[in-house]
Structure formats: structure tokens, C-alpha cells
């Protein structure tokens, strides 16, 4: 039976918004998190609403068993059949990096050379996989799926993607970024949801995939030569420049009715 609660994702978005609103006021008012990349300490509640409006409307919908399978969302990795597309979650970003690296470098920013590995890197990461999990359950579990019910994996990308971006908005002003900044972060967060359900389909509507894409991502900014701040050199022109050029490279050469069927292949290969 279809579930009624796909049917309603701009009630999911409302939710979202209304939840997260508390915490973005506080945010005005709260300051030196201690949190990584100096983010707002209540990005800690905000980054919960997701899940929360997510299960609220399962819920609704199913009662516990709703919330249940929802919940089971974040361990779906059997949902992968081609492994490639794991692999391809873990090193998208890393790889991307690396091409930012090079490129800074090349155009003469005064770039650091050391990585910041270390084993307080490995706490950051499960930090920011908790983040994931609770955004990823709303946005790919609910969100995603209710979207594309309703129209081309490319159109629930270029909807969902403002939405996510606008998300943001508090926390970029809170912690003080520049309006340039805020211009290339919000069209690279717009530009990171195209690859996430690029991710999310081609890997078999597997959240996990997206939850790790999203964890490692945030991660390996946190350890890119002179932390965030070293990447984000140029006002983030040159970093998400990269990432948004490589989403519209996926946009050419992937269909845009699914985003999982290579442009010139006979076959469609998402796993519903």
C-alpha cells in the first residue's frame, strides 16, 4: 500500500523549518561552540529536526512500525547491490579535495602543506556520521523518496537542494562567514544534494551510502591543509567551484529522470 506520508513533503520541509527555528534564534545569542569548524552549538538540536519531522509524519502514517523501519534506513547497505557505488561514497569528496588542493595551488593560494591527520580526526568523523544519520533520515529516507514520487531525480535534486541550502542559512551567519562565502556555500550545498541523490539511486536507495558520502565529505574538510579555513581560501570560489562543475558533469552524463542510467546505456540500473 502507498504510504500516505510520501505524499507530503512540503509538510516534512515545514516541519523542518518550524523545529529547527528555536535553534537558529538561539544561535544569534550563543557563541564559541567548541564544536568543529566552529560551528554553532546548537546546530547539535537543529541537525536533529530531519529525523524528527521524518518520523513524526511515519508515525502518522504507520505507528511505531513506521518509525522503526525508518530507523533501520541508516543500516540499509544491503540495498547496494553494485559495490562500486560504495566505493565511490567513500572517495567522491576525498578525490574532489585533492583536485581542490592541486588547483589552489596551481592558481597561487597560499595553501598549507601539512594534512591534519590525526586520531582526533577519527572523533570528528563519528561526530559528524551522528550529524549525517539525523539529516540523512529526513532528506534521503523521507524527503528523497517522497519527491521522486512526484517527479525526475534531477527536479527532486533542484527542489530539495534550495531547501537544504536555505537549511544552512543560520548557522553560515552565525558563525560570521562573509557574504561571498554564504553565496558559494549555499550553491554548493544545492550542487552536494545532486550528488547525494545521485549516490542515493545509483547505490540502490541506500541512505547508508549517503550518510557515509556525507560524514567522510564534512570530515575531510575538517583535515584539508589548514582546516576549513584553508579550503574555503578565495571565499570558497575555487573549492566549490570544483564540486559544482563535477555536479553538473553527473547532471550530462547521467539521465536526468533517475540520475542512474548513463547516458548512451540501454538499461536503467536504479534498484527501486
Not at 97 to 123: E, K, N
Request: aromatic letters at 14%; a positive charge.
Amino acid at each position: 500500500m502507498k504510504s500516505k506520508a510520501l505524499d507530503h513533503p512540503w509538510l516534512f520541509f515545514a516541519l523542518v523549518y518550524g523545529l529547527s527555528a528555536p535553534f537558529w534564534i538561539l544561535s544569534t545569542r550563543i557563541k564559541n561552540s567548541g564544536l568543529p569548524d566552529n560551528l554553532p552549538v546548537t546546530d547539535i538540536g537543529a541537525v536533529l529536526t530531519p529525523t524528527i519531522a521524518a518520523a513524526i509524519l511515519r508515525y502518522r502514517e504507520a505507528g511505531a512500525s513506521g518509525v522503526h523501519e525508518l530507523f533501520r534506513r541508516i543500516f540499509d547497505y544491503r540495498r547496494i547491490k553494485n559495490k562500486r557505488w560504495l566505493v565511490t561514497a567513500i572517495l567522491v569528496f576525498p578525490l574532489l579535495y585533492l583536485v581542490t588542493y592541486f588547483a589552489m595551488r596551481v592558481l597561487g593560494y597560499p595553501v598549507a602543506t601539512d594534512w591534519a591527520f590525526s586520531p582526533g580526526l577519527a572523533g570528528i568523523f563519528f561526530l559528524f556520521l551522528a550529524a549525517a544519520i539525523a539529516e540523512e533520515l529526513g532528506y534521503s529516507a523521507y524527503a528523497t523518496d517522497a519527491l521522486q514520487k512526484r517527479m525526475t531525480a534531477l527536479s527532486a535534486a533542484l527542489v530539495m537542494g534550495p531547501l537544504w541550502a536555505l537549511w544552512h542559512l543560520p548557522s553560515m551567519i552565525a558563525i560570521g562567514q562573509p557574504t561571498e562565502l554564504i553565496f558559494w556555500g549555499l550553491c554548493v550545498t544545492v550542487a552536494i544534494r545532486i550528488l547525494n541523490i545521485w549516490i542515493y539511486n545509483n547505490a540502490g536507495a541506500s541512505v547508508f551510502a549517503v550518510i557515509l558520502m556525507h560524514a567522510i565529505g564534512n570530515t575531510a574538510r575538517t583535515g584539508y591543509p589548514g582546516g576549513r579555513s584553508g579550503y574555503e581560501l578565495g571565499h570558497g570560489s575555487v573549492a566549490y567551484s570544483i564540486i559544482i562543475v563535477f555536479a553538473l558533469i553527473v547532471v550530462v552524463l547521467w539521465r536526468p529522470s533517475t540520475l542512474a542510467s548513463f547516458v548512451g546505456s540501454r538499461r536503467i540500473t536504479i534498484n527501486a
